[in-house]
């Protein structure tokens, strides 16, 4: 895979992590990376993170996918790859770019007008990444089963486009981290929902780029933590036009001793009037020693818009535990009715409310 870090060869890194010019490593304690340590991150990279990832399976007619040696995809993987979004800081992106030996092309082909199907599904370890074109007035419907290693995936919505992306993120003691940047153009359409259980150490970065008008972005997500577990996820959506929605909003429960962050950003570029735009992030602890960090932003330079973001973290309200106790359900039970119904306000998707182990 050719690489935009044309001074930076894998094989003849001697010294680890290497130094990517204009990319400063990340360290603890610092933004972004206040309550996530990047190290454990970076050093997976030491050990190779060689596994192969599972092929990406389409029973679709309408979709081509592509692995990145094949000729018949290298004028998309030199158009995309790695510039769908803006040049940015992302270490642990430029690594995967640096030292991904696999990665997928995806194209859903407009041809095709009904809605087309791909299933992603992760292997262990590996170092994986993916291109996804959805062309003018095509659909795509993708699952994605995540376990561990470091997967960067680009996305680019043609004119009139949707994509709609199912996140599972199973329960897993490995390290993993992702990086997902969805460039929309006009009139398309993007919905991620995402489901996620505990992790030894998990991170999330989602980027959204909508550079169309008409455009529609919805981002639903909710987890359910136990033990020590970790999530991170950093979430970014970028209205660079007016006349766009989005709207994200993530519910999260933390058990034990685990610890969950968010932090949400919307950015409104200058010039990007009637822009209709929310944020919100809500989270409940069951025990006083889980932890939960939560930051939702704005950053606007438009004044004709509607933009909102809040976030709470907090216990069980004892008013909706003793409403339910004095109608004869035992306390556990009760709670268990309350977690559930939080998390169900965002999540209806079966699989989803499966994975989290709530009743569809």
Known sequence: ???????????????????????????????????TTPEPFINEFSYGLSNSPSTPVSTSLGVEIYQFNNPECAQLIET????????????????NRLYAKHGYVIVAKSSNKGI????????????????????????LSIRELTRSGNRVIECVLQKGA?????RLQEETLDFEFNHTVVKLKERSNYELIQASRGGRLRRNEIE????????RVNLSGAWGLKEASHLDNQITVNHLVGK???????????????????????????????TDASLQNKNLATSEKA?????????LYADD?????????????????????????????????????????????????????LPS
Request: hydrophobic content about 35%; aromatic content about 10%.
């Open 1 to 35: 895979m050719s690489s935009e870090y044309s001074d930076v060869k894998p094989r003849e890194i001697r010294e680890f992590p290497p130094n990517i010019p204009g990319i400063e490593i990340p360290r603890a304690r610092k933004d972004p990376w206040r309550y």
């Open 80 to 95: 995309y790859v790695g510039k769908v979004a803006p040049r940015g800081s992302n270490y642990l992106t430029a690594l």
């Open 116 to 139: 087309n199907h791909v299933n992603i599904s992760s292997g262990f370890d590996c170092c994986e990444r993916y291109l996804i074109i959805i062309e003018e007035n095509a659909k």
């Open 162 to 166: 949707k994509l709609e992306h199912l």
């Open 208 to 215: 959204v780029y909508i550079a169309g008008k008409n455009t």
């Open 244 to 274: 766009s929605t989005s709207e994200t909003c993530f519910h999260g429960i933390v058990h034990d001793e685990s610890k969950a962050i968010f932090n949400g950003k919307i950015y409104i570029a200058p010039g990007a009037q009637l």
């Open 291 to 299: 932890e939960i960090y939560t930051k939702p932003e704005l950053e």
């Open 305 to 357: 818009i509607a933009c909102s973001h809040g976030a709470t973290s907090g216990f069980l309200d004892p008013k909706q535990l003793f409403y339910l106790r004095s109608r004869g359900i035992e306390q556990t039970e009760a709670e268990t009715i309350l977690l559930n119904s939080f998390l169900k306000e965002v999540v209806e998707d079966e699989e989803a409310l499966e994975l989290l182990g």
